[in-house]
């Protein structure tokens, strides 16, 4: 139990566009889900915190109007990174918690390449 | 302020020997600590974690690591290391008290395997 699947895997997208990444947690309701970021070489960074049917948490220094996070279920939370630009090229973690529960569990992550 | 201290960027060790990987912790509540191991362009795979009671836990891959309060350490040990065992090394904590999931990891250790 407790899986949680990222889509997609892997995107290539022109500067200027939005993508969006889906995360879902398929065999229990997540009322918590996480993402992170991760730069190559370097460790994984928290973005946002996002509870189910609320406005997500952005930890300093994220932009929040860049980074769009929506959590309208209690199984999928989808982060749009909006006119992506070649910096925002990077791998991209979410995780999803129970209610009540610390334990998170971690999706297969999805690499971001902006050209 | 809250964080995770992992001293060793990059360790290599040859195969069969044991290995030690070092996590510190700097946390003002009560903390959940996870090891977690990441292949090249892979996500991550939790290996153990402590909440409470017995202090060595033990994980999957034949890795264990001890839980030392008074040193705020977790450090991940394994007796006979395989080449398949190369890859990051992620420690992270979390807050008993957030019931969250929420973690902060730590800068990562690179695990190199000699033949």
């Known amino acids: 139990g407790a899986v949680v699947s990222q889509h997609p895997s892997w995107v290539i997208c022109k500067s200027g566009t939005s993508v969006k990444i889906e995360c879902r947690s398929l065999?229990?309701?997540?009322?918590?889900m996480f993402w992170y970021r991760q730069f190559p070489k370097q460790s994984l960074m928290l973005m946002a915190t996002?509870?189910?049917?609320?406005?997500?948490?952005?930890e300093q220094g994220v932009e929040k109007d860049k980074f769009l996070i929506n959590h309208a279920s209690l199984t999928l939370s989808t982060l749009t990174v909006t006119s992506a630009h070649p910096e925002d090229s990077s791998f991209y973690i979410c995780?999803?918690?129970?209610?009540?529960?610390?334990?998170?569990?971690f999706g297969q992550g999805t690499r971001l390449t902006v050209v | 302020a809250q964080s995770v201290t992992q001293p060793d960027i990059h360790i290599t060790v040859s195969e069969g020997a044991s290995l030690e990987l070092r996590c510190n912790y700097s946390?003002?509540?009560?903390?959940?600590l996870f090891w977690y191991v990441q292949s090249p362009g892979q996500g991550l795979q939790l290996l153990l974690k402590?909440?409470?009671?017995?202090?060595l836990v033990q994980g999957i891959k034949g890795f264990e690591a001890e839980f030392k309060r008074s040193q705020s350490s977790f450090n991940l040990r394994k007796p006979s290391v395989h080449w398949s065992d190369a890859a990051e090394y992620f420690c992270?904590?979390?807050?008993?008290?957030?019931?969250?999931?929420?973690?902060?990891f730590g800068q990562g250790t690179t695990l190199q395997v000699k033949p």
């Open positions: 992270a904590v979390g807050a008993v008290s957030s019931n969250t999931g929420k973690l902060i």
């Open positions: 946390y003002g509540a009560t903390p959940y």
């Open positions: 065999d229990f309701q997540a009322t918590t």
């Open positions: 995780s999803a918690s129970r209610t009540g529960k610390t334990e998170a569990f």
């Open positions: 996002s509870n189910e049917g609320s406005k997500a948490t952005y």
């Open positions: 402590y909440f409470s009671g017995d202090t």
